[in-house]
């Protein structure tokens, strides 16, 4: 069966060997279904799927129900090898390279809200996509930019960071005011922040920016935006 | 050849000094001397064993839509229908953005004033927001005596903005809401929120709630 693995697709579903004295299948995948069925040390079980933390598993007796990982963790594969399951701590925190945060704050004394991806290219660096709205009382705004940013501590749990980028921006009045015109321009970026890795997957994260709006040739706009928001780890 | 080697060295060796033939004899014997390439004595036959890991399908996002009647202050309740994707990040916790809209009507205001509030009639309302969910009471839901669903009832807020009016007004949501999962992958959901924003169409700018009761179908993947 193990033999020919390497040209089989991967597989989707795995057999292992419970170690723990017994694992509980709860009906569903979270902690306030019930438990149902408990299946004993040594009994082989069929791994089919998972939600967040949770494996639907299926018994050698054709029980199918929901088991947390953590009982999980030590179950020894075909191979004989204790299984590696997907397991967030601390130090996992630099191997987890996907990010996607919201924040909310003031741009411009104004209400701001922003919603950003970022991918880590290596320890310290990564790139970061921002789109934004400000929701003003007598024009709003959207935007987007490109930033580049830099953390130089980045395996602490608390850590600065700064980036620079470009990007977007398109000013739009509300119908009251008369004269307005939409302002479309391009902008340039800079912030500083700090992180807060919270636990597991959950980051806090709090940056001061400079956007510069480059609205004509010979005029450009300088707006200062503090935000605070949560993001987490794909 | 090493032979004829030695006896050439000897030869030349005889009309030099007596006293370096050892040297330069012993100097030719050792040099050409080639080792064997490393043979391996014993050839394992143990066949490899690669092993998968197998990537086990997991149903952590959603995407769903939803129908149901929005409530706009001061203007009575109209259908909304929408969009909503969202992604389970533990057990416990969800992020969701939803984009809706909805067609708001001024006919109560145009018994009154005939020309109305709005330039049309109607005028569409649409918002979207970004909201954080806890799945607070998980459980079960019994339909009959012998079945039973996973279910879970969420508490959520979130921020976003919704336009209306050509105005855009930042919006804060709060509310909750029941997920029955009928299989691993599919779930019905109802939805009861309270979308908070300030509007200035009556000739002052106040805060505003607005009560929306949806139902929806989500896909888990």
Do not use: C
């Not at chain 1, 940056?207 to 794909?234: H, K, N, P």
């Amino acid at each position: 069966m193990a033999e020919d693995t390497a040209s089989l697709p991967t597989p989707t579903t795995e057999q292992v060997q419970i170690t723990d004295p017994f694992i509980e299948l709860h009906t569903g995948p979270g902690r306030g279904y019930p438990v149902f069925f408990v299946a004993a040390r040594d009994e082989w079980i069929t791994i089919e799927m998972r939600h967040t933390d949770w494996y639907r598993v299926h018994t050698a007796g054709g029980k199918v129900g929901w088991v947390n990982r953590k009982q999980l963790e030590t179950t020894l594969t075909a191979a004989g090898g204790t299984k590696t399951f997907r397991d967030v701590v601390l130090d996992d925190y630099l191997n987890r390279r996907v990010q996607l945060g919201a924040a909310i704050g003031r741009f411009k004394s104004e209400p701001m809200l922003k919603l950003w991806t970022s991918y880590r290219l290596s320890d310290t660096i990564s790139v970061e996509g921002t789109v934004g709205q400000v929701q003003g009382l007598y024009s709003g705004t959207d935007f987007w930019h490109l930033n580049l940013t830099m953390e130089p501590w980045s395996d602490k749990r608390l850590s600065p960071f700064f980036g620079v980028g470009f990007g977007k921006l398109k000013n739009f009045p509300n119908i009251s005011l008369v004269s307005a015109v939409d302002t479309n321009a391009k902008l340039a970026n800079a912030s500083v922040g700090l992180r807060y890795y919270l636990t597991e997957r959950f980051v806090v994260r709090a940056d001061y920016s400079i956007y510069t709006a480059y609205i004509a040739d010979t005029r450009s706009g300088e707006y200062r935006a503090v935000t605070a928001g949560l993001s987490f780890f794909f | 050849m090493q032979i004829h080697q030695l006896a050439l060295a000897a030869g030349l060796a005889a009309s030099l000094a007596a006293s370096l033939v050892p040297a330069v004899a012993l100097a030719q014997s050792t040099a050409p001397e080639q080792k064997t390439p490393n043979e391996q004595v014993i050839t394992p036959e143990v066949d490899r064993r690669d092993i998968k890991m197998p990537r086990f399908p997991s149903n952590d996002f959603e995407i769903g839509i939803f129908a149901g009647t929005y409530s706009t202050q001061n203007f009575g309740a109209s259908a909304v229908a929408g969009l909503r994707a969202g992604y389970h990040i533990t057990e416990d916790i969800f992020v969701e953005g939803v984009l809706a809209q909805t067609k708001v009507s001024d006919e109560d205001f145009r018994q009154v004033l005939p020309s109305g509030i709005f330039t049309s009639p109607k005028q569409k309302l649409s918002y979207y927001n970004l909201s954080v969910g806890y799945n607070i009471l998980p459980g079960e839901t019994f339909i009959g005596a012998k079945r039973a669903k996973a279910s879970a009832l969420y508490l959520i807020a979130g921020v976003g903005s919704t336009r209306f009016v050509e105005q855009r007004r930042q919006t804060f949501n709060v509310g909750m809401g029941n997920r029955l999962f009928l299989t691993d992958k599919a779930a019905l959901q109802i939805d009861l929120r309270d979308h908070i924003f300030s509007l200035d169409l009556l000739g002052k700018r106040k805060n505003t709630q607005n009560l929306e009761l949806t139902g929806g179908f989500t896909y888990f993947f």
